[in-house]
């Protein structure tokens, strides 16, 4: 692939691949059921960090992000991808490369479980193949995972993946109730860390 994108679009991005367990997957139209149902068995674990779980989706509202999602990924604009237990079907959680610059191939990998799968190393397996991905399919020079310095859970991923701690940004965004946080930048780079 060559370091400059004319337009993003007319790259050929496979819409899923697999880890051990998982198939992940760009999302789909009527996805919208079933991302729902996860949101609503999980707001009290996502609505300390995800700014958009102050209150739970309609089905309608879960399936227009979905499509939403679904649009980007063939715009090239944000890559959210879903995790489909590869045995069961269940949907697992959300992941995705997103705040994408083309020009240097960099990219933020963002996550969250649906709390009947917490634990169980979905997001840590999920999050390593989408790495692989974005290197070997994207080539990726610069991959970030961001959290709230409180965020210990979403910091244990990005550490347990030997993602460099680059540092912590202070006073650098509200949380969900509106007071300055920390966030904490980990990153692999290409030349250092693959």
């Known amino acids: 692939m060559s370091s400059i994108i004319a337009n993003p679009i007319l790259l050929t991005i496979p819409e899923s691949f697999e ?29 300390p960090w995800m700014p958009w779980a102050g ?33 069961t079907g269940q949907f697992i959680g959300s992941s995705g490369l997103h705040r994408i610059d083309w020009q240097v191939r960099k990219f933020e990998i963002g996550y969250w479980v649906s709390t009947p799968f917490s634990g169980q190393g979905y997001i840590t397996e999920a ?6 991905f974005a290197i070997n399919e994207l080539q990726a020079n610069r991959i970030e995972i961001r959290c ?23 006073n650098d965004k509200c949380d969900v109730d509106g007071l300055l ?14």
């Not at 367990?21 to 149902?37: F, H, Q």
């Not at 209150?55 to 489909?84: F, K």
């Open 181 to 194: 946080r920390e966030t904490v930048v980990y990153s692999k780079v290409r030349g250092a860390e693959f």
């Open 55 to 87: 209150q739970i989706p309609t089905i309608e509202e879960s399936e227009i992000i979905s499509r939403q999602g679904r649009v980007h990924y063939l715009e090239r604009s944000d890559l959210r991808l879903y995790l489909i237990d590869k045995t």
């Open 148 to 170: 709230d310095s409180r965020n210990t859970r979403s910091a244990r991923v990005a550490e347990r993946l030997k993602f460099t701690m680059e540092g912590i940004l202070r």
């Open 127 to 132: 999050v390593e193949r989408i790495t692989y």
């Open 19 to 47: 880890s051990k367990r998982l198939v992940i997957r760009a999302p789909l139209w009527e996805d919208g059921a079933m991302v729902n149902e996860a949101i609503k068995e999980s707001i009290d674990e996502l609505r």
